[in-house]
Each structure stands twice: as C-alpha cells, then as structure tokens.
C-alpha cells in the first residue's frame, strides 16, 4: 500500500550543486505533479505531466527540470540550486484529467540549500 | 482563471469547540471543490469533496463543508474539536477547462487547546 514514494526525504546542498527528487507511484495514475510548499504560500506548481513521456511546465518552473521516462516516476532535478529553492517539495499523482479527481501526495522532501 | 482564498491562517479553538475554517473561490465555470489535510511532517490528504451532487458533503473524521454557490463559499466545519484535528488544512478549487487546473488555498493551521 505505498502510494506515492519520494526519495530523499532530506537533503542539504550547496549553492551551485545539482540534485534529483524522485517520485514513484504504484497506482497506475497518468498525471504526475510537483509541487513547493512554503510558509504563508501554500502549494505551488512546479511542473507536472499527463502522461508518459509528457511534461509541462507549472506555475514556478524556473530552476527545475523534470523527466517522465517511465509512467510510474516522475523526476525533478535541480541543476544549480539557489538558496530560493529551499523548501519541502511535494510529488502527486492523480488517475487522469477529471478534474473531480482526487490528488494522492506523497510525505514530502525537505531541501536546504546553504 | 480560478483562485481560492483561506481566511486567516491560523485558527485556535478549545477541545470540543465548533471547528469553522473559511474559503471562498472563484471560478467561471462549475468548479469541483476540495479540502486537504497535512498533518506534521505528512504529505496532503483528502478530507472531502464537492464534485456537484450533494452540496452538503460529509468527510472523514467528522468535519463536513457546504457548497454554497451564491456566496461562492466552501467553508469546513467540525461540531466538536479533538486534540487529533491540529493540522494544516488546505481548501483546492479545479476546472475541467481542457487541461489540469487545480489552485490550492494557503492554508489554514488548526490549534486545539486542551
């Protein structure tokens, strides 16, 4: 029963490095998303994806890059963290594009970057 | 466009105190409308939603919200608060425009007082 699956669950970087989150969902869901969560915002959207193969980009893309090789995962990499990107990131996933669908989360990954 | 505000960001109430968290969207078209729950150190999860049958709509752990489209409101109500309902709650409006549209509130943090 795992649902969505994130890894790490934290991660401190240096300004500059690079880094990858990696979502996996075992629910067979089309759409994949990741989001950003800090205090007073709420969730934003980073990039997310309709399907296999598909992604486009959210609400704050700037900075990440995301890839959808395989239905089950959905990757967001970092290639020169900020300190601005520090936050808890968020992967989802959801059934397909009926928008009545509930969103499922996974736990969330702590980043820092210093 | 949508958009979706949570009045006030944070809420204190007494154990066994009426729970009333607040939200309020906009939408063009009929929107489906959605209440999250994030417990400490926890991904988002579904607490109800309004998906156009009911507009009373009963979720887990005995909170519900009422849809009221003249006052474009969804807000979230529990009659009696237990120490469990500390959280972060979340209010989320979505379209079916064509394509994937769900915008989250900001969020509200539930206190309960022993």
């Known amino acids: 029963n795992a649902g969505v699956t994130q890894t790490p669950k934290f991660r401190v970087l240096k300004t500059g490095q690079s880094m990858t989150l990696l979502c996996a969902q075992d629910m067979n869901h089309e759409y994949m998303y990741w989001y950003r969560q800090d205090p007073g915002m709420g969730l934003r959207l980073i990039h997310y994806?309709?399907?296999?193969?598909?992604?486009a980009k959210g609400e704050v893309p700037d900075g990440y890059n995301v890839s959808r090789l395989k239905k089950q995962n959905f990757l967001l990499g970092l290639e020169s963290a900020a300190p601005s990107q520090t936050s808890v990131y968020f992967c989802?996933?959801?059934?397909?594009?009926?928008?009545?669908?509930?969103?499922?989360f996974g736990e969330g990954s702590w980043l820092t970057v210093v | 466009a949508q958009s979706v505000t949570q009045l006030g960001s944070h809420v204190s109430v007494s154990e066994g105190a009426l729970v009333l968290l607040r939200c309020n969207y906009s939408?063009?078209?009929?929107?489906?409308l959605f209440w999250y729950v994030q417990y400490p150190n926890q991904g988002l999860q579904l607490l109800l939603k309004y998906t156009s049958a009911a507009t009373l709509v009963k979720g887990i752990n005995g909170f519900e919200a009422e849809f009221k489209k003249s006052e474009t409101s969804f807000h979230l109500t529990k009659p009696s608060a237990h120490m469990s309902d500390a959280a972060e709650y979340f209010c989320?409006?979505?379209?079916?425009?064509?394509?994937?549209?769900?915008?989250f509130g900001a969020g509200t943090r539930l206190f309960v007082k022993a």
């Open positions: 994806s309709v399907g296999e193969g598909t992604t």
């Open positions: 989320a409006v979505s379209v079916n425009t064509g394509g994937f549209k769900t915008i």
């Open positions: 939408s063009s078209v009929p929107p489906y």
């Open positions: 989802a996933s959801s059934p397909d594009r009926n928008s009545g669908n509930t969103i499922y």
